[in-house]
């Protein structure tokens, strides 16, 4: 069998090539780390021999040279980026990274409601104030569309303290913020744009413009979400005028001293095969995608999101399928799926089952995809469409989310939690988006939905408690 270093050229994927020379050498190895490049796992014989850490040829990640600085600027140049950082501890790392980069201590940001968890990590170590954006949902599926740049405008206008705009792009359904629309309004004030683009990797592949292509100063992307990169593995791109030198600090400052550089040089694979015989792979994924979309709506009685449906850019390769009008919930079509076909979704909610397509399905894959679709599509029976969930009420701010989060806290049912302070981000998984964030008060509205997620518990401030030096309970 051929192995997967022998499939690229050398001059494709620097970091690669420079790993495996270094691998080939025969050094004795007293360095980090322990296993020393031996196959002590056989079946991740190829990863350990190109496992290093900064030593002779592997260039330091943190500092910007040698093959790492090579593959960096490559994924740039694909990208269409001023610049590109890679990341070891994923989009996680990124997001705290640029947030840094962008505000100041103590500061203020705008941020789409939708945002992943991890932005509320960034929020209590910098002892940041959010000011939160609700995107209008798309019915019936009950998912977040894009943000409407006149709400964004008026809100960078009633919060000049706010330094940047942190939005997702695209979110878990796939639907895109009119980033250009955005960038303008935030420049035009001195904000930075932020982009939380993690779910971006392949769109060079798909012929879509990347966040910075469209003016975001920086964007973080997941590689490992829809490229054939190992997990934790990210990239960060810089736009024009982007503070480089902040960001790359602020990268050491949340990610490992320690990266990994197996994930290092499967990002510079990653990017290497998108830009080549993967771009094929990935048209004929998004060709698929559309194809099955087809047939959900014409010929099943379920809904799919589809291009014409959002406002502006839409991810090809996602596939969302809505039970909306029919006598299933989004999760018990996922499990049919997986108990009856062995097809596992990307993640499912009340309404909808979101797949991720990508260049390395197979046409096997997805044509069991499709006929799993089809039969369950013969025994559903019709229901009435929900309720339209209506504006959704944002709770109200008490306490600052570091105060709260590094308060006494205690463990408390929901039926309690009228009128409390919440001490912990509630956040259902996947997507990743906090439903409450500390210090928020858990209102009459925010316990109807909690009890709709199936929350029985909350993490809430105790009753007069105050900040503890351990942050603990």
Not at 309 to 334: E, H, I, K
Not at 396 to 404: F, G, I, L, T
Request: proline fraction near 8%.
């Amino acid at each position: 069998m051929k192995r997967f270093k022998d499939t690229l050229p050398d001059a494709t994927a620097p970091l690669f090539h420079a790993m495996n020379l270094l691998s080939e050498s025969g050094s004795a190895r007293f360095h980090m780390p322990g296993h020393k490049g031996e196959p002590i796992f056989q079946t991740f014989s190829e990863v350990f021999t190109i496992d290093f850490t900064e030593t002779y040829g592997t260039g330091n990640l943190y500092t910007g040279e040698g093959p790492i600085r090579a593959a960096e600027l490559a994924a740039a140049r694909f990208y269409h980026a001023a610049d590109c950082f890679f990341l070891t501890c994923g989009s996680t790392q990124g997001v705290l990274s640029m947030i840094a980069a962008a505000v100041a201590p103590g500061g203020a940001l705008l941020v789409d409601r939708v945002c992943h968890k991890s932005i509320c990590t960034a929020l209590a170590l910098l002892d940041l104030t959010p000011h939160f954006l609700v995107p209008p949902e798309i019915e019936p599926f009950g998912i977040p569309s894009a943000l409407d740049p006149a709400a964004v405008e008026a809100a960078l206008d009633a919060h000049p303290e706010a330094s940047a705009l942190l939005v997702t792009s695209p979110n878990y359904y796939g639907v895109c913020q009119p980033l250009e629309a955005l960038a303008g309004l935030c420049h035009a004030r001195g904000k930075k744009l932020l982009v939380d683009a993690a779910h971006a990797a392949h769109f060079p592949a798909v012929r879509l413009q990347t966040a910075v292509q469209q003016g975001a100063d920086y964007a973080v992307m997941s590689a490992h979400k829809t490229l054939p990169c190992l997990g934790q593995g990210a990239f960060l791109l810089l736009g024009e005028g982007a503070d480089g030198e902040a960001l790359r600090e602020a990268t050491s400052l949340f990610g490992t001293s320690s990266p990994s550089y197996p994930i290092l040089c499967s990002l510079d694979l990653a990017r290497a095969w998108a830009e080549g015989q993967g771009a094929s792979s990935f048209r004929l994924s998004a060709d698929a995608c559309a194809g099955i979309r087809r047939l959900v709506a014409y010929e099943t009685p379920f809904l799919t999101l589809e291009p014409f449906m959002v406002p502006y850019q839409f991810d090809p390769c996602r596939l969302t399928v809505s039970t909306a009008g029919t006598n299933l919930t989004g999760r018990a079509l996922a499990d049919t799926l997986f108990g009856e076909f062995t097809v596992a979704c990307e993640m499912a909610d009340d309404r909808n089952v979101v797949f991720i397509l990508t260049g390395a399905d197979s046409a096997g894959s997805v044509m069991r995809l499709r006929q799993a679709i089809a039969k369950l599509a013969k025994r559903v029976q019709p229901a009435p469409l929900p309720e339209p969930a209506g504006a959704w009420e944002l709770p109200v701010r008490r306490m600052p989310v570091r105060e709260a989060w590094f308060a006494q806290r205690e463990n408390i049912p929901v039926a309690d939690a009228l009128g409390r302070i919440c001490a912990r981000p509630v956040t259902p998984y996947p997507p990743g988006v906090p439903l409450l964030y500390p210090g928020e008060e858990i209102g009459a509205a925010q316990i109807e939905l909690l009890r709709k997620r199936c929350y029985n518990r909350v993490e809430a401030v105790a009753e007069g408690g105050r900040p503890s030096a351990a942050g603990g309970t």
